[in-house]
Nanobody
Framework: QVQLVESGGGLAQAGGSLRLSCSASGRNFNRHAMGWFRQAPGKERESVAAISRGGGGTLYADSVKGRFTISRDNDKKTVLLQMNSLKPEDTAVYYC????????????????????WGQGTQVTVSS
């Protein structure tokens, strides 16, 4: 099992960029499919992006497609979310999560499958 810590959140202007980082500790990080999720005040948690164990497969929510990029470095045990062209509606707490039972090709945005979660990092986009 891994432990996850997010960083990189903060305040950005609309049209700006932020890069979120998720650092993992523990064993078998490269056996985890990874995902980013977010939750805005008063709204349900939603999936943002997901990446397979090796990084060869990715998925994105329609709302962020073309603006956000997920990537991972298994040697450094990190997952990144590059967020460009930010919009006020991207304001939320962003969570990194890991799915420990993923097979090599698994890419999923089903939050119920993820069994390890970080504490979250706040992203606020001003108009």
């Amino acid at each position: 099992q891994v432990q996850l810590v997010e960083s990189g959140g903060g305040l950005a202007q609309a049209g700006g960029s932020l890069r979120l980082s998720c650092s993992a500790s523990g064993r078998n990080f490269n056996r985890h499919a990874m995902g980013w999720f977010r939750q805005a005040p008063g709204k349900e948690r939603e999936s943002v992006a997901a990446i397979s164990r090796g990084g060869g497969g990715t998925l994105y929510a329609d709302s962020v497609k073309g603006r956000f990029t997920i990537s991972r470095d298994n040697d450094k045990k990190t997952v990144l979310l590059q967020m460009n062209s930010l919009k006020p509606e991207d304001t939320a707490v962003y969570y990194c999560a890991g799915y420990s039972r993923a097979i090599l090709t698994t890419v999923t945005m089903d939050a119920s499958l993820y069994d390890t979660w970080g504490q979250g990092t706040q992203v606020t986009v001003s108009s």
